[in-house]
């Protein structure tokens, strides 16, 4: 009945979506979640409450989370310092979250590690990484390990244009297409490396094919369409999991905040910012295709609203509220004694 309403509400010779209505609806909360985390923690930086560096993903939502969900237990994604978002796309807390971002014992590492620095191998996420480019070769090392084990995971392993000239980023490109190691290198092209427009700073003009001279076939995809993501995740995985080497994809996003929270962006026009929200903006564009082509209503689309507004609230509220920890903290997760 579900389905005959949808095909009624979409009309006669509509084209047929390319994702359930459930996955679609999926993601938009998702991204939704992602979006209201990162203006509370926005909010929550300007008031004082977090410290340090803060790189907000506001924007760029649909990248993780089409990938997300292209993955299964047991892959594993590590990122750069822009993290939060590939935290809660892969089903870390927003509570653990948001009390790491403001120093608080209920962080995922006990609030010794801040925005860039933290972790959880039940959900498969490795770190965001505050070294440029660091967490490119961890990504290959990853893969190494299911390859040794001869599992089937895959290492999802994000960076940005600004460190996608890395020398290190090229040594692992070579050892994994040398041993056909299960990783696929996302390429989150948000124009800007900092304050630099990827214009000025690479030669190369077409970021997918930097893999080319090690044989690793790569593709662009519209990273402002979380459908055009999950179809080229869905190709890159089944690549990976066939035992046929590594995967390049550029995601050509966006992000509308600064490079951090420090930064006012003056290397671009507010026309430029505003043009992108306006005609390209993931949720709005998941959104009204849910309308459009699934039949989803106002009130729907409210539900899944409120149920974000909520767990965000939640989160800042747990996070103003939990302990900062103990001195005696200094001292532990130092060492693992290993056999």
């Known amino acids: 009945m579900a389905e005959a309403a949808t095909r ?14 459930e ?15 990162e203006e509370k923690a926005g909010q929550l930086y300007g008031m004082g409450l977090i410290g340090g560096f803060c790189h907000l993903y506001i924007g760029q939502e649909a990248v993780v989370v089409g990938m997300q969900m292209c993955l299964k237990p047991g892959d594993q994604v590590i990122t750069s310092y822009r993290d939060h978002g590939h935290m809660l796309a892969t089903g870390m807390e927003a509570r653990g979250v948001m009390a790491e971002l403001t120093g608080r014992i209920g962080g995922y590492s ?36 299911n390859w040794y084990r001869q599992n089937d995971n895959v290492s999802v392993t994000y960076f940005g244009e600004g460190a996608s000239n890395q020398g290190q980023v090229y040594e692992s490109f070579n050892l994994a297409a040398l041993l056909k190691l299960p990783v696929i290198f996302v390429i989150e ?26 044989g690793i076939p790569g593709e662009q995809v519209n990273g402002m369409d979380v459908i055009a993501v999950k179809e080229a995740g869905e190709r ?22 600064g490079h951090s929270m420090s930064d006012p962006a003056k290397y671009r026009t507010r026309e430029e910012v505003q043009r992108m929200r306006e005609q ?41 509220t939990s302990p900062e920890p103990d001195e005696s903290e200094l001292y532990t997760d130092i060492l693992i004694e290993a056999r």
């Open 189 to 214: 092209n948000n124009k800007y490396g900092m304050g630099t427009s990827v214009e000025r700073a690479s030669a190369s003009k077409d970021l997918s094919k930097n893999g080319s001279p090690w």
């Open 110 to 145: 006990k609030g010794k590690g801040g925005s860039m620095h933290m972790f959880s191998r039940e959900k498969g996420f490795y770190g965001g990484h505050g070294i440029v480019g660091a967490q490119v070769s961890l990504g290959a090392g990853l893969a190494f390990a």
């Open 23 to 37: 996955d679609l609806l999926r993601a938009y909360r998702d991204m939704l979640l992602i979006r209201r985390f």
């Open 8 to 21: 009624k509400a979409r009309g006669k010779g509509a084209k047929e979506p390319a994702t359930s209505r």
């Open 280 to 320: 390209s903006d993931c949720i709005d564009n998941a959104r009204k295709l849910l309308a459009d082509s699934y039949g989803v209503t106002e009130a729907e689309l409210k539900v899944i609203d409120d149920e974000v507004k909520a767990i965000v609230q939640d989160s800042a509220d747990f996070a103003q």
């Open 236 to 257: 890159a995985v089944a690549h990976c999991r066939a035992g046929n080497g590594p995967y390049l994809l550029e995601m050509k996003t966006y992000r509308y905040r």
